[in-house]
Structures are given as structure tokens and as C-alpha cells.
């Protein structure tokens, strides 16, 4: 005979004959009280806090065993229940997709402007960068200083500039990820100088999004273990850039300034921090604090080394960066 399922009809019948009444734990046995009683079904785990009078310990053992049971379930239904709310909050949250040959901004902002709707967008952040090729200015042509350009500063101005009515409208941030390099230059091709813009643009549209509610920070990070420091592609692009040079510029430089700056490339990247918190800290909080900072260094590097060597002397913040530069063929500092 199943005592259990018995004794869970007995307590329901109780329950529907006395719809004002609760039931409640005794020391010898069931009592009503005339309290009133929320619901008639006897729930799960009633009988964990009840103590019915004339039932042994076998049968009250097997009914806490299944009222745990259920418990368990319930406890998976609502762990699974959670997971899927947080996928699709996560999918709602998404970042915009990545921009290619084929994908225009223009696509991107209409993906961004379908979501958000007359919301707006709270928070853009810029993060788009490459560094290729990185060689002494003499060496490039145009086009190499027009492709690292175009992606670091044409593509985050123009990126901005679709976007920021939408970021208008909900008095959000901006968050535009510069450099410690945007601050002092120290070696040729269009990086420095596209990071030099992202700052004057930031610093610009800062003041006049100020009216409007909307808070524009800028991240200037030191290095760290990306894709911009992998020794890898920059070592082979200085060395297609080398072999590109006419023999005259070979010889002025020498072939020791190129082993050199393979070999101190190879260290920045080892120097380099694998942890990028410092940057994602900064993110999150030029767009979530109440009160977000102009500007965010990131890095020991920066802190300790570039950001004290950009308030220095033209002088002297040349003759220390020249210490860590190749020597020519003549046997002088180079300036890449």
C-alpha cells in the first residue's frame, strides 16, 4: 500500500474541507489553525514542514525523499529556464557584426538601427585597429600610410558619424580606443599617426556631444598581447617593405637595422601583458559609471614609461627614445 500518495490525499481532502484553515507543524500531531490558508493544492514540499500524527518513520522517511525529489526538478527547470533568458539576453546584446569588403557601415548602422529602435544606443565603442606595415617613414609610400589609416581613424570617424545620432537620442557614451602612442610617436608608418587623430577627433567630439548628455571617453592602452604586437606580421612586413627599397636606401640603413628590429619586436611582445582587463575595466566603466573619465591609460608601460615621456622635452624624450632604436650603417641611432 502506498502510504505516501494515501496520506498526500488525505492532507488535499483536509485541505479543500477547510479553505480558511492552514496547516502547521506540531510536536504531536496535525492542527488547523484559523488563519487564512493562500492556496488549496498541497504543494511539494508541504510535507517537509509538516508532521502528521500516526505516520511511522518509514513513511515519513519516503515522503521527504520525494518531496526532495521534486525539489530537484524544480531546481533544473529553473536553472534551464535561466540559461535561455541569459542566451537571449546575451543575443540582444550582441556587438555589431564585423565590417568587410562586402558589409558597408552603412549596412551595420541599419543592423544596429533595426535593434535598438527610438531607444537609441547607449554605449559604442571603437576598437578597430591594425599596424601594418610599421617601418622607418622613408621606407613606405602613400598607400601603405592610406590602408592603416583608413582603418583606424577614416573607418572610426565614419563609424561614429552613422551612429551617433542613435547614441544622441539615448544620451549614451562613446568609448574610442586609442593608444599611449596617439600621445608620443615613436617609430614611422601610419599608426602614431592615425592614433594621433583618434585623440583630436575624441577631444572634439567630446565637447560638442557635451550639450546633449552624451559622455565621449578615449583608452589609451600600452602594449599588450594582440594581434597589433604579434612579431610574426610585422617581421614579415618590415621585410617585404626592405626588399622593396631601392639599393641605395639598403645601403644607408644597412641589413643590421633590419635584424635589430626583428629582434626588438620579438621583445615588445614578450614584454607585452597577456592580461587585458586593464582595457576591458576601462571599457566598461567610460560606459556604465556615472561619472566616466576624458581619458583611461591602460598598461604599466603607459603609466610608468610613455605617459611621463610625452610631458617631457622635445629633447629629452628624443634622446631616450633614440636609445632604443637600430643603429644605422653609419653607426648612429636610427628614426623609424
Not at 96 to 121: C, F, H, K, M
Not at 156 to 165: A, D, F, G, N
Request: with cysteine; glycine share 8%; net charge positive.
Amino acid at each position: 500500500m502506498d502510504y505516501s500518495c494515501e496520506t498526500q490525499n488525505f492532507l488535499q481532502l483536509l485541505l479543500q474541507s477547510c479553505p480558511r484553515s492552514g496547516v502547521h507543524q506540531s510536536t504531536t500531531g496535525t492542527r488547523l489553525s484559523h488563519q487564512h490558508c493562500p492556496t488549496r493544492q498541497l504543494g511539494p514540499g508541504i510535507l517537509t514542514s509538516l508532521y502528521i500524527y500516526g505516520m511511522n518513520a518509514a513513511v515519513r522517511r519516503l515522503s521527504l525523499s520525494q518531496c526532495r525529489c521534486a525539489r530537484m526538478w524544480l531546481y533544473l527547470a529553473a536553472v534551464l529556464v535561466g540559461l535561455f533568458l541569459l542566451r537571449r539576453w546575451h543575443r540582444e546584446r550582441q556587438m555589431v557584426p564585423g565590417l568587410s569588403e562586402n558589409q558597408s557601415i552603412a549596412t551595420a548602422a541599419a543592423w544596429v538601427r533595426e535593434r535598438v529602435g527610438d531607444q537609441g544606443l547607449w554605449g559604442l565603442v571603437n576598437n578597430a585597429g591594425i599596424s601594418n606595415p610599421t617601418a622607418p617613414n622613408e621606407w613606405l609610400t602613400k598607400d601603405d600610410f592610406v590602408r592603416v589609416l583608413d582603418v583606424n581613424l577614416v573607418g572610426l570617424i565614419e563609424v561614429t558619424l552613422s551612429l551617433l545620432p542613435l547614441v544622441r537620442r539615448a544620451r549614451g557614451r562613446v568609448v574610442n580606443v586609442a593608444s599611449i602612442l596617439g600621445r608620443i610617436s615613436c617609430f614611422g608608418g601610419g599608426y602614431c599617426i592615425s592614433k594621433f587623430g583618434v585623440e583630436a577627433f575624441s577631444d572634439s567630439l567630446r565637447r560638442e556631444m557635451r550639450p546633449f548628455g552624451v559622455q565621449v571617453s578615449i583608452i589609451e592602452p600600452g602594449a599588450f598581447r594582440t594581434e597589433i604586437v604579434n612579431p610574426t606580421p610585422l617581421v614579415n612586413g618590415f621585410k617585404h617593405v626592405w626588399g622593396q627599397l631601392p639599393a641605395e636606401t639598403q645601403a644607408a640603413y644597412g641589413h643590421h637595422y633590419l635584424d635589430t628590429y626583428a629582434r626588438r619586436t620579438i621583445l615588445l611582445h614578450r614584454l607585452s601583458s597577456s592580461c587585458l582587463s586593464p582595457v576591458t575595466d576601462a571599457m566598461a566603466h567610460g560606459l556604465l559609471a556615472r561619472f566616466p573619465r576624458s581619458r583611461y591609460t591602460a598598461g604599466w608601460d603607459a603609466r610608468l614609461i610613455f605617459l611621463p615621456l610625452s610631458y617631457c622635452p622635445a629633447w629629452l624624450s628624443d634622446t631616450i627614445i633614440g636609445f632604443f632604436l637600430p643603429v644605422l650603417a653609419g653607426g648612429t641611432a636610427g628614426h623609424p
